[in-house]
């Protein structure tokens, strides 16, 4: 039942209780197998289904569609990926633009599908105040964010600078000095689109095997506890639990995020707060954070990382562990309006981070194995445009999303995609980042305007740069 899994998160602990679909129960012969029903396998097995409606697919999930991040997370539709800046440094101007352009238009594109499919989940395009800046430390950094961004393809009319009043004009948080505004962006109840998708793929025709953990995945076969599945074309669509399946290495692995929700907030408190036309939100410290304000009026917020050694998943969180404080902290911090509000709810999931901090699409022919992912913590809205292209890969179908840099064709995974290096180095190198990043956020907190903070700040920069190539 659908209400064992309701703790997983506050999402889906607000859709009714519904049962588990039915386990594999044997063996099976498929076109396509996935394995893994959050927005990627499902996204995938949509396109697939939609553009080839003869093909036999199946997809096996180790618990229900969405236990995963995508029946977790923020909720934020970004047209952007992680990494652009590097996909693209060196193609010329135009063919950056066309880039950033099927980025935006993919979260278009999510909603024209919602609406198409009736899937009723809370979507709104409403922008992204990306990075508020709260020191003075933080304005360059985050004013150097965008012109990054224009030099990857964006123009001023998909992205430009507030300054303080017309930040707060937006969202009032304490001390903002100004930051981004991306247009490109959209909000969303996570669960009810991973959920509402899962129906959709489903009335395609497409088979989903819940309670059905896969073992190993190889070329030709997925082995699950309930049988082995046999297909030409193979979909791992595992993100953050690519570690526990036999057969795809270290070449994503999980980190952890926490987000809270608080109580619905009255309208007073809200006219106090902003965020009237349901825009997202972070502010510009590095430790991640992302807001959004739900349909039903409640401030969702998360942030900072978690790494568990061994690079393994964690899927169970509790919202009185003493982690969740430092997220109440960094939250009040921003909005000191909401202290006294109740925090109804805490809970976290495992993303996933590929060697190359940016994400892919590969489809090796030969063995039949396809994958994307890898969104660093971006995936809700990427997710649709590599299931996408993942699906005109396995179809042979040419398209602009075939010809975008983060699609690796023809070749093997294990070619295209760098493992991590061994433990204790990840384990390690995950305490250091984190320690240097709240170190900053202290010194920027102490000292706002000291310019050796600015120089230490960006000497962590430089170095996590480096640590991170
Ligand atoms: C707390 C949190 C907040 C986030 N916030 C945002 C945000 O606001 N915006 C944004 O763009 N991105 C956000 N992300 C990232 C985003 O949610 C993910 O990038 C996206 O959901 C990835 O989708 P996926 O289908 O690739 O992976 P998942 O949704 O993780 O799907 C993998 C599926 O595989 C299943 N599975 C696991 N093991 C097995 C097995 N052995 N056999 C079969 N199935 C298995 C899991 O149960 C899961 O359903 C957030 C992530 C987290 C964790």
């Known amino acids: 039942m659908i209400?064992?899994?309701?703790?997983?998160?506050?999402?889906?602990?607000?859709?009714?209780?519904?049962?588990?679909?039915?386990?594999?129960?044997?063996?099976?012969?498929?076109?396509?197998?996935?394995?893994g029903a959050g927005y990627t396998g499902l996204w995938t097995a949509y396109y697939l289904k939609k553009n080839a409606p003869e093909l036999n697919v199946a997809v096996v999930e180790a618990n229900i569609a969405g236990y995963g991040a995508s029946g977790r997370n923020g909720?934020?539709?970004?047209?952007?990926?992680?990494?652009?800046?590097?996909?693209?440094?060196?193609?010329?101007?135009?063919?950056?633009?066309?880039?950033?352009?099927?980025?935006?238009?993919?979260?278009?594109?999510?909603?024209?599908?919602?609406?198409?499919?009736?899937?009723?989940?809370?979507?709104?395009k409403g922008g992204v105040i990306y990075g508020a800046a709260r020191f003075p430390g933080q304005v360059a950094r985050q004013k150097a964010f965008l012109d990054g961004l224009y030099e990857a393809g964006h123009t001023e009319e998909d992205c430009w600078w507030l300054s303080a009043d017309e930040m707060s004009a937006k969202v009032r948080l304490r001390n903002g000095y100004g930051g981004v505004f991306k247009k490109h962006a959209a909000v969303v109840h996570p669960a009810k689109m991973v959920r509402g998708l899962a129906d959709a793929v489903e009335k395609l025709g497409v088979t989903i095997y819940e309670q059905t953990p896969a073992m190993s995945v190889k070329p030709g076969e997925v082995v699950t506890k309930n049988g082995v599945v046999r297909a030409p074309v193979v979909v791992p669509a595992l993100e953050g639990y690519s570690t526990t399946v036999t057969g795809l290495g270290t070449r994503i692995i999980p980190v952890q995020s926490l987000i809270i929700a608080t109580e619905p907030l009255s309208e007073s408190l809200w006219d106090e707060i902003g965020l009237k036309n349901r825009e997202a939100f972070c502010d510009g410290g590095r430790m991640i954070s992302?807001?959004?304000?739900?349909?039903?009026?409640?401030?969702?917020?998360?942030?900072?990382?978690?790494?568990?050694?061994?690079?393994?998943?964690?899927?169970?969180?509790?919202?009185?562990?003493p982690e969740f404080r430092p997220r109440e902290g960094l939250m009040h911090d921003l909005f000191p309006m909401l202290k006294g509000v109740e925090v109804t709810h805490g809970w976290g999931g495992s993303l996933g981070v590929p060697r190359a901090f940016a994400p892919h699409a590969v489809f090796d022919k030969r063995s039949g194995l396809a994958t994307a992912g890898g969104y660093v913590g971006q995936g809700v809205g990427p997710s649709h445009l590599f299931g996408r292209t993942l699906a005109d890969l396995i179809?042979?179908?040419?398209?602009?999303?075939?010809?975008?840099?983060?699609?690796?064709?023809?070749?093997?995974?294990?070619?295209?995609?760098?493992?991590?290096?061994?433990?204790?180095?990840?384990?390690?190198?995950?305490?250091?980042?984190?320690?240097?990043?709240?170190?900053?956020?202290?010194?920027?907190?102490?000292n706002a305007s000291a310019s050796w903070g600015k120089v230490i700040a960006n000497a962590i920069n430089n170095n996590l740069g480096k640590l991170m190539r």
């Open 3 to 35: 209400s064992n899994y309701s703790t997983a998160s506050f999402w889906l602990s607000q859709l009714d209780p519904q049962g588990a679909r039915d386990p594999l129960d044997g063996d099976r012969d498929v076109d396509v197998v996935i394995v």
């Open 75 to 124: 909720g934020w539709v970004v047209g952007y990926v992680a990494g652009l800046e590097k996909y693209v440094s060196s193609l010329p101007s135009a063919e950056k633009r066309d880039i950033c352009n099927v980025l935006f238009d993919n979260v278009d594109a999510i909603g024209y599908v919602l609406q198409d499919e009736g899937i009723e989940a809370n979507f709104h």
């Open 290 to 321: 992302y807001g959004q304000r739900s349909a039903d009026d409640r401030m969702i917020f998360g942030a900072r990382g978690g790494y568990v050694y061994g690079a393994k998943p964690r899927s169970e969180f509790s919202l009185s562990d």
């Open 395 to 446: 179809l042979e179908r040419d398209s602009e999303f075939t010809r975008m840099p983060w699609v690796f064709g023809d070749r093997p995974i294990g070619r295209a995609l760098r493992r991590w290096e061994p433990e204790p180095f990840r384990w390690l190198t995950s305490r250091l980042i984190l320690s240097m990043y709240e170190w900053e956020e202290k010194l920027c907190q102490e």
